[in-house]
């Protein structure tokens, strides 16, 4: 069973440039969500996707955008970039939303540096 | 709305030594509860989870935690420390009507001296 993958691992970008994150969900999972960790913090949601459609969006400008595909996997996009963008960017996918309990399942994270 | 305060943002105890990690929730609505791990330049990894049934939980590597209702707590805790337990720990409350996201605390970072 393949767990839950992300790439680039680390990426280093200037202010204002753009970014995209992808992610591959665990196999049999639907769910996607994207969270953001900035250093000292706890994971902060992003939003979440479930069957090519968001699902729930956390305190995040338009500027981050995500996208789900039919294979599950995900891309999580953001503009115009902030210095304050600089974090760990988590993905986590889930079982079917029916019947589930909370369990999150982390790729390794993609660490961003906006400079 | 919910909310996760961890208390202590570092914890040192020596090997051997009896681990507590505290964490009280804010819920709306009976909690789902979770502690995870996170090792360093690694993602998230579940220890133990809090649905319904028992208050007692036991996770992986020895961790358990309790559900306390009147408390709003569920404080973590390994009777032994080890020195792989050092890591940085994560409670979360499920929140999100509709979707399905988790609230996480800021996190208490774990040291074990030998």
């Known amino acids: 069973e393949t767990g839950v993958t992300q790439s680039p691992t680390h990426l280093i970008k200037t202010r204002g440039q753009q970014v995209t994150l992808r992610c591959s969900s665990q196999?049999?999972?639907?769910?996607v969500s994207w969270y953001q960790q900035a250093l000292g913090q706890g994971p902060q949601f992003i939003f979440q996707y479930y069957r090519e459609e968001e699902n729930g969006r956390g305190n995040f400008p338009p500027r981050f955008s995500g996208l789900q595909f039919p294979n599950y996997s995900s891309e999580l996009n953001v503009n115009a970039l902030e210095l304050d963008d600089s974090a760990l960017y988590l993905c986590?996918?889930?079982?079917?939303?029916?019947?589930?309990?909370?369990?999150?399942?982390f790729g390794e994270g993609s660490r961003l540096t906006v400079l | 709305a919910q909310s996760v305060t961890q208390l202590g943002s570092h914890v040192s105890v020596s090997e051997g030594a009896l681990v507590l990690l505290r964490c009280n929730y804010s819920s709306s609505v009976p909690p789902y509860l979770f502690w995870y791990v996170q090792y360093p330049n690694q993602g998230l990894q579940l220890l133990l989870k809090?649905?319904?049934?028992?208050?007692l939980v036991k996770g992986i590597n020895g961790f358990e935690a309790e559900f306390k209702k009147s408390e709003t707590s569920f404080h973590l805790t390994k009777p032994s420390a080890h020195m792989s337990d050092a890591a940085e720990y994560f409670c979360?409350?499920?929140?999100?009507?509709?979707?399905?996201?988790?609230?996480f605390g800021k996190g208490t970072k774990l040291s074990v001296i030998p």
């Open positions: 196999s049999g999972h639907n769910t």
């Open positions: 986590a996918s889930s079982f079917p939303l029916a019947g589930n309990t909370g369990e999150l399942f």
């Open positions: 809090y649905t319904t049934g028992a208050t």
């Open positions: 979360a409350v499920l929140s999100g009507a509709g979707s399905y996201q988790l609230t």
